[in-house]
């Protein structure tokens, strides 16, 4: 069964701080890693690594993908209050026996940002 | 205009009870699909639909019935509701889900069981 792990789950810091959230992947068929950030409603996309050793940057937020650990991260500088957010990882699989994607998600980090 | 839209927002029924949550998605994506977050915040995806084909079904009770009318709109059906069915319902959409590419969420279903 596929697995996507995150971690730390829960994280506070105070603005200005800079981040790391991790994600591990064991899946068969890996054809991307997904970041999302959830707010109070919709995971919103941030950024899709199919490839390994690019960095996908926005803004203050910026992540690479090592496929041969099989893991990502995710970094946010000079965080602010409104980064707190759940960031979810999710990595893009082929569905067992068809071509099919699936989207695997991990448990999420739950970020606060104090002032 | 919402991209991916779910009705209703809110939800709350009896146990043993019948419902439907609507999805339609005005993004001409042929890939559908239902994830349930749990309490802890976990996204765990039930149904995907592609063209209206069932593609994926993961290990859901019977219980939980989807229709795909047309590739726009995945509804999800729940009989004989219980506690444990209490979550946020998530319905999104893809394009090409054979390649790499995101998919967008409706605002969620929270649906409570009493």
């Not at chain 1, 965080?79 to 893009?92: E, K, N, P």
């Not at chain 2, 146990?15 to 609507?22: F, P, R, T, V, W």
């Not at chain 2, 592609?50 to 009770?61: C, M, S």
Request: hydrophobic share 35%; aromatic share 10%; glycine share 6%.
């Amino acid at each position: 069964e596929d697995k996507v792990v995150q971690s730390p789950l829960s994280l506070v810091v105070h603005e200005g701080d800079t981040v790391t959230l991790n994600c591990s992947y064991e899946v068969t068929n890996f054809r991307s890693l997904l970041w999302y950030k959830q707010e109070k409603k919709a995971p919103t996309f941030l950024f899709m690594l199919t490839s390994s050793g690019i960095e996908k940057k926005s803004g203050r937020l910026s992540s690479i993908l090592d496929k041969k650990e099989l893991f990502s991260i995710l970094n946010i500088t000079a965080t602010q209050t409104g980064d707190s957010a759940i960031y979810l990882c999710a990595v893009l699989s082929r569905a067992g026996g068809t071509s099919y994607g699936k989207l695997t998600f991990g448990q999420g980090t739950i970020l606060t940002v104090h002032p | 205009d919402t991209a991916v839209s779910q009705t209703p927002k809110y939800l709350v029924t009896q146990m043993g009870n019948d419902k439907s949550i609507k999805c339609e998605q005005n993004l001409g994506h042929d890939t559908m699909y239902w994830y349930k977050q749990d309490s802890k915040k976990f996204l765990k995806i039930m149904f995907s639909y592609n063209n209206k084909e069932l593609i994926i079904n993961e290990t859901v009770p019977n219980r939980f019935s989807p229709k795909s009318p047309d590739k726009a709109h995945l509804n999800l059906h729940i009989n004989s509701l219980e506690l444990g069915d209490s979550a946020v319902y998530f319905c999104a959409s893809s394009q090409h889900t054979s390649r790499n590419t995101e998919a967008f969420f409706g605002q969620g279903t929270r649906l409570t069981v009493v």
